[in-house]
Each structure stands twice: as C-alpha cells, then as structure tokens.
C-alpha cells in the first residue's frame, strides 16, 4: 500500500481523487475539462465528475469548495462520503488507522464504520440525511447507535444536547421532522450529523434553498461549532458570500478540475484563474 | 503588480522597507498608487508578483510571507498578524457582542474571560451598551468602523495591518481609537497603516514611507 | 384434500417425504450453508406442496428434507400438538413416510413448531423446525430487499435500533410482542419467527439444532447448536420476557410455563392454561406419581 506521509495536523489527505460516470474511454480526460466548458467526454458521452482532485484538509479548518452547477461538487463529497463509489485515487483519514490506508480502497464494511464514527454529513436536502418517518430524537439517536452506543438515556442526553445546542427546543425532541420548517429540518440534520462527534464534517450546500434570515442561523451555528468543537469541515457552494463567512482556504472546481486554490481573501480580491475571475466578478 | 480580467495593472514597483517591533510606519502617497494592495500583499490577500515580505514570528523564525504555505499563513493571521480592513464582514444576525468575543474565542480564549474583555473594549471606544445585543448590520457607518476595529485589536496581535481605519469617525471617537492603537503600539505591536489624514498618521506613526519617491522618512513624536 | 391426495400419493408412488430427492437435496445444501452462516437467511425454491403457502410450508419443507425412517416427530401449533393445522401436517408426514409421531418432547428426534418453543429444553441430537411467515427482520424498517441484504452484509442496523429507541421514546418501553428481533453470533439480526418473547433465552447457547423454514418468502436460515442469541436491547432497558405474575395452569398448576388465556365458553370467566400441551401433559403424568 502506498503510504503517504501526512503533515502535522493533516486530518484527511485526497490524492488524485477521479469520479466517472458511464464506461468511459482512453479519452475521456484529455477532451474534458475546463478548456473544452465540459465535463462530457464527446467521443463515449461518459460524464467525468472529477478528476485528479487533490487537496488537504487540516484540523480545525474549514475549507471551501466553490464552482457552478456540475463542476463536481456534491460528487466530491459524495465521494468522500462513500455515497459514490470513487473511480480511482487516494484518499488517507488520520483518524483511521493513522492514515496509512487508502480509505477509497476498503470494504464496504470499513467504508461504513468511517461514515458512521469519523464523518457526518449535511445534505443540501435534508430529505436524504433525515428520516422523516422517525423523530428529529429518533434521527440523533440513529446515528449514535450506528457508532455502538446503546445506552438509551445517554442517548437521549445526547439528543437533548444537541437539539439545543442548534437551537430546537426541546420539546420537538419526540416529534417527526417531516413538519419541520426547512430550517429547522437543516438543523436537525446538522444535529444528527455532529451526533457522534465526528472530527470531519461535510456540508453540502447547505443554506441553498433556506430564506436569509434561516441562512444566517446556520452559518452562525456552523462557525460557532466549528470554533468550539475543532471540527474539520469541507463547506461545499456555489454561493461565494457563504464561502466568505465560513472558510478559511478555498478551492475552486470547473468541470471536475480544481481550478484555482488558495486562501479565501485571496481568491475572491485576487483570483488568479480566468474562470474564477468570472465567478467573482459575477458575485451580487 | 498583478492581473485582472487580462489587462495588467502595474500597482507596485520595487517597495523597500522595515518595520520593528513596537514601530509604526505610515505608508503614504496619492490615491491609486497601491498603499491598499501593499497591505494586502502583505496579509497575502493578493499574490505578490515578485519580492520577498520577510516576517520574523513569535517563536524568532523567519517567514516568507510571500512563499510560505497557506497553513503557515493561516497560522500567523490567527495568533499573530492582524488586519484592519474598510468593511466588516461578519455573519448576519451575529450580534456585536458575540462578533467580538467570536474573536478571541477562535483564538483559544476562555469564552467568559472572552466576554469580559469584548464589553470593555466596545465601551471604550464608546459603542452603547443598547447596541451589543444588535446586529452589525444594522450599525451606522462609524459604529460598524470602530466594530471592525476592536475585532482586529482585541486578540493583540504581534503585527497590526490597518487600512484607513479612522476614516468616518468623529474626533472623539478617534481620539479613543488612537489612544488604543497607541496602547497596543506600547505592547511592541509593528504596525503598518494606511491613512487618509494626515493629522491621524502623524499622532501614530514613527516614520512614513511614501511610495511615490520610494523612501522612508523619520518623523518626530 | 389430504385424505383425497393421500392414496393417490401411495398409488402413484410418492417419493419418501413426498418431495423428490432432488428438492431434498437443495433444501440441505441450503440448510448446510444455513447453519454454516447462523442467522443468515439462504435463498431456496420453495416447492409447491399440498397444503397452501402461509400454513407451514417452509417449515414442512425442511421437516421433509431432515426426516429418516428412523426418527420420532412431533407437530406443534402454538405449542398445541392437538390443533388443525398440526394434527394436518402430521397426517401428511405419516402418510409419506410411516415415521413414528409422539406428543412428549424428550422423545422426539425431529419436532416442527409454529410460533412456540417447547418448555422441555431440547437435548443434543434433537431438532426443532420453524415454520416461519417472515423471515427479514428488517422488513417493516426496509421494504427493498436490494437494500436490506445490504444492511445484513454490512451489519448495518441502525434503523432496526432506532425503531427499538422509538418505541421506548413513544410508549416507554419497547413494543414487540412475538418474534423479538435477536443478534446471531454477534453479526446477524434474525427474526426468531413469532415466537414469544418468553422463549428467546430457550435460543440463546441452546443443546438443540434450531431450522427455520419461510415457504412462501424461500428462505431458510438457522443456529447451530451453541450459538450466542442475544435480544436486541439497551444497556440501561433490558429486555425482559412475559411475566404472569399470581398466575397458573389450570390444569397442571404450572407457575414455570408460557400460559394462554382462555375464557369459558358459558361462565365467560377467564383463566390460564399451558400453551405447551405436552410440558402440560408431562407434568400431569408426574403428579399422578
């Protein structure tokens, strides 16, 4: 197994990360990509969601990615996420086995202990990471039991935590968040997701959808969480005015390519690739 | 000198200075000339095209913050280099309060200790006590300024990068901002200022540098 | 039906156990890889049989691919050798075979249930046979089977806990009455057929080999003697069988077994009898002495 050599406070190492879509052919990744506006290869018709994608991620920091609609972003995460199968690439967890397996290339089974002790994650649709059959307690309390703790008051300890620490009140504990407001059902969804106190956590797109007012709270939530509990977050948007208030470093993805990076005053008063200049530039 | 939309902007040529500890240098010379860029050059907010920006850190390291690695850069705005800019960007409906002590808290501060010290500086430089619990964004103009700038200072940076930072503020207020500037100066803060009066700078800074003659000159206090 | 199919079953030459060798011999391969993979459920094609799907066929199934000339069976429904559907399947199985049937359970070498387990504990060399409904456990949590093999493949339950921790949450203890879900040899969730809850210690270390058989879902899964059955269950909420507390057997007097509640037809009164009518028998035979 190739071993890389992780940095100092290193948490999550992706290395060469590609996602494929459909059979693909020898020519897939030389006519794709951000020369050519596209991520279809024109001789197969196979999507190439990401390619060669690589990047670090350190604890504590909040990294951004940022790109349009089909740039890659949510296969990003989903990939990290292992709710795509990455096509190829590397991908090494500090927290698991000190880094030195590639993470994309474990069992099924290993794949889910990652996701269910060393992950959370927050779906734009909060339809996909809640069960709006069982209660928002029930939700909290799935993911604990996925992470082995089966005792049921420290369960339900725990959801009452966390319910207020994102600001539900208590009472909703044993109601089903399928009457939820959006938001509030986004926060629910953020509450399972820090359920079992994951060192990385991944946010895709987030506020998309949430009226301001909403937006605000969860970004406020998020920064505070992050500030007080250390956690390692990957913030995916397309909204540069979320990517400013929230992260530290970003990158920025065109038709599966990381096109630009860098800190993220930088890239939004001094991009220094064409496309980013454009999304910039295009910011209200 | 950087690049944007394919045209090429020449803001800055050869800029050669020094600032040490507990120094203030005043950066001076007609508008457009790139005082601004120089300080973000500097914060690494634009990528320089050439030169170096040699920082020596708290533990006596010397830093290229020109070519140092993005970690290493995050590294030094957290705990030692602090940047002053024209607008406060914050999360909506964060209240002032919270802003402030957000600052220290990220910094590792005891979030009651943090607190403390977030209401004295807010009423040092005069900000109401009714307006804590308010959002930012509702703040006049010179409230929200003298906002910004307690966020920067609080954490008492080791360098202090201040963009025209008592631009709309009334001579009281500005007298209590630059008495705090001063006392952070005492502290062996280096500080760096852009300033758009002349009477400001001259109360704050031991020597100018004009970027029009490329020079550094002495100024008494 | 089965009186009319019998004689012509012995005209036309029925096979031993009227299934052909054939089925029998799918039906142990899949019951080997059954008790290979305890609580693993094993996929296997359910033959059409004389009496309808959802009256024991799985169950009658695997009872017919076990069976020998040599040994003693017992049919049981919901403990009763006595009822309609057991004293049909035991009519069917004698007619095939000519094997000795009994009503005592230490006699017994193969003994097929529905829904209960005997109160006698089941010695080494026994075998009890499941008729089972629903054999997937996570059935009401899942409705994909594409999905729910997954889970089972991954040890995936977390929505089978979540459901237990809701049920706690709404009515302050947890719901399920029969076919207490249990972990296999600490990796499958398997659905004990309903069986009450009474009787999920009775699989938990057991001296017996236990076959469960699910004609009309075709699956066959088993515990080999030995096994860890654990009831799924809370650290801080333990699982805790039916109690009938003041409560006895009618007839016996029995204070130690699963009792049903019957009401006299006349009187309306209500009282208990042993839902085990051979541990009944047993204990009525041992008073007289």
């Not at chain 1, 001789?43 to 909040?62: M, P, R, T, W």
């Not at chain 2, 909506?92 to 002590?101: C, E, F, K, L, Y």
């Not at chain 3, 659905?191 to 009787?199: C, E, G, L, R």
Request: aromatic fraction near 8%; proline fraction near 5%; include cysteine.
């Amino acid at each position: 197994m190739n071993n890389i050599n992780m940095d100092h406070g290193c948490v999550l190492q992706v290395r060469n990360l590609s996602k494929k879509f459909g059979r693909g052919c020898p020519h897939c990744e030389k006519l794709t990509g951000p020369e050519f506006g596209s991520n279809v290869c024109p001789k197969c018709n196979s999507v190439v969601a990401l390619h060669h994608v690589s990047f670090d991620l350190y604890q504590g920091e909040i990294l951004g990615v940022v790109g349009e609609s089909g740039s890659g972003k949510s296969s990003l995460v989903q990939c990290l996420y292992f709710d795509q199968q990455a096509t190829s690439g590397e991908g090494y967890l500090s927290y698991y086995n000190d880094g030195e397996e590639n993470i994309f290339q474990l069992p099924q089974s290993k794949k889910r202990y990652i996701r269910n002790h060393l992950m959370g994650m927050v779906y734009q649709n909060p339809l996909l990471g809640l069960r709006l059959g069982f209660t928002s307690g029930g939700n909290i309390a799935e993911k604990l039991l996925t992470a082995d703790i089966y005792h049921y008051e420290t369960i339900r300890e725990r959801g009452k935590e966390l319910l207020t620490r994102t600001e539900i009140p208590e009472y909703y504990m044993d109601e089903k968040p399928k009457r939820f407001s959006g938001g509030m059902q986004q926060r629910v969804q953020i509450a399972k997701a820090l359920a079992n106190n994951p060192p990385i956590l991944l946010l895709d797109e987030v506020t998309t959808g949430l009226d301001v007012s909403v937006q605000a709270k969860v970004l406020d939530l998020i920064k505070c969480l992050q500030q007080e509990l250390n956690i390692s977050m990957l913030v995916v948007s397309h909204d540069l005015g979320v990517i400013r208030l929230l992260t530290n470093r970003t990158m920025v993805l065109k038709n599966g390519r990381i096109v630009e990076r860098g800190l993220t005053d930088q890239i939004l008063e001094d991009p220094q690739h064409n496309y980013t200049q454009l999304l910039v530039h295009s910011m209200l | 000198m950087h690049i944007r939309g394919g045209k090429t902007i020449l803001s800055l040529m050869d800029v050669s200075f020094e600032v040490k500890k507990g120094e203030f240098l005043g950066l001076t010379g007609p508008s457009g000339i790139g005082k601004s860029s120089l300080l973000k050059c500097i914060y690494r907010t634009y990528v320089p095209t050439s030169g170096d920006i040699w920082y020596t850190d708290s533990m006596g390291d010397r830093v290229n913050l020109v070519t140092a690695n993005e970690h290493e850069i995050l590294r030094l705005r957290k705990y030692e280099i602090g940047y002053i800019s024209q607008f406060l960007h914050v999360i909506p409906r964060v209240s002032a309060m919270d802003v402030i002590t957000g600052a220290l808290v990220e910094k590792g501060f005891d979030r009651k200790e943090s607190e403390e010290r977030a209401k004295e500086y807010l009423s040092r430089v005069g900000i109401p006590t009714s307006l804590w619990e308010m959002f930012p964004s509702t703040f006049s103009g010179g409230e929200k300024q003298r906002l910004n700038i307690i966020h920067a200072i609080i954490s008492k940076p080791r360098m202090l990068l201040l963009d025209e930072p008592t631009a709309s503020l009334d001579p009281n207020t500005k007298n209590e901002v630059v008495s705090l500037i001063l006392e952070l100066k005492k502290e062996g803060t280096a500080m760096i200022g852009v300033f758009h009066d002349h009477d400001t700078m001259i109360r704050l800074a031991d020597k100018q540098y004009d970027l029009k003659l490329e020079k550094t000159k002495e100024l008494c206090v | 039906m089965i009186e009319e199919l019998i004689p012509k079953a012995e005209k036309f030459n029925y096979n031993f156990a009227f299934i052909d060798e054939g089925a029998k011999k799918e039906i142990r391969r899949k019951l080997l890889k059954a008790i290979a993979i305890p609580g693993h459920q094993v996929p296997f094609a359910s033959r059409e049989l004389p009496i309808a799907r959802g009256w024991g066929t799985g169950g009658l199934q695997v009872t017919m691919a076990v069976i020998g000339p040599e040994d003693t069976l017992k049919i049981i429904d919901q403990g009763c050798d006595g009822s309609v559907n057991a004293i049909n399947l035991r009519k069917l199985m004698v007619k095939t075979t000519g094997v000795k049937t009994t009503f005592d359970t230490t006699q017994a070498t193969v003994i097929q249930t529905r829904h209960r387990i005997p109160e006698i504990p089941l010695k080494e060399g026994q075998v009890l046979v499941f008729q089972v409904p629903l054999p997937e456990p996570l059935r009401h949590v899942e409705p994909s089977e594409v999905e729910t093999r997954r889970m089972h493949a991954e040890s995936d339950y977390g929505l089978m806990w979540v459901t237990l921790y809701e049920d706690i949450a709404n009515w302050g203890s947890i719901s399920i009455g029969a076919g207490y879900p249990c972990k296999v040899n600490g990796h499958y969730i398997m659905s004990p057929s309903p069986i009450p809850k009474w009787d999920n210690y009775k699989l938990n270390q057991a001296e017996c080999l236990y076959l469960f058989g699910a004609g009309r879902e075709k699956r066959i899964y088993a515990i080999p003697p030995y096994t860890d059955v654990e009831p799924l269950q809370f650290e801080d909420k333990p699982f805790s069988v039916e109690r009938f507390d003041g409560l006895y057997c009618i007839r016996c007097g029995a204070t130690d077994s699963f009792l049903d509640e019957i009401y006299d037809e006349e009187t309306g009164e209500k009282y208990h009898v042993c839902s085990d009518t051979g541990y009944c028998d047993w204990r009525m035979e041992n008073k007289d002495e």
